[in-house]
């Protein structure tokens, strides 16, 4: 159905995305050892959103017929100096991400695999939102950081993120 790039790049994408959930994890992990647990508790719910990625790409890959093959994850555990450093992290990890699934996109796009390309079409759309997300939260973090009354908020406003499964449905 499709080729064996493209094949092996939706495949490696599932790790990536797995990756993803686990470096938020790790974030996570961080501001609750600072006692932010607003702040980890989005990015506890970004790591289920990265979880929910990976098993869509694993059921799409299923869906048609391709093999799947699960590898190890890379150690997601950072040093961080700042609150900021995380945020940061996920800000240049997103764009990654995107430079990723734009890959696997041409890949596509060359053997006129449309129906790969309009599976790919929602996660264009996603990273894009989690570009935004990722920088709105290094300003806002910015201009309001510094204060720890400023921190306060934030964290109360991150901690009121709330799960919701993905639009995508295959
Ligand atoms: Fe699934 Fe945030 O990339």
Known sequence: MTSEKVSALLNSQINKEFFSAYLYLDFANYFMDQGLEGFANWYKIQAQEERDHALL?????????VKVTLSGIEDPSRSYTSNMDPLKMGLEHEIFVTNSINAIYEAAFEVKDYRTMQFLDWFVKE????ETNADNLIKKMDLFGNDSKGLYMLDQELGARVYSAPSLVL
Request: proline share 0%; glycine share 8%.
């Open 127 to 130: 990273q894009g939102e989690e």
């Open 57 to 65: 790409f694993m059921q799409y890959m299923q869906n048609n017929n």
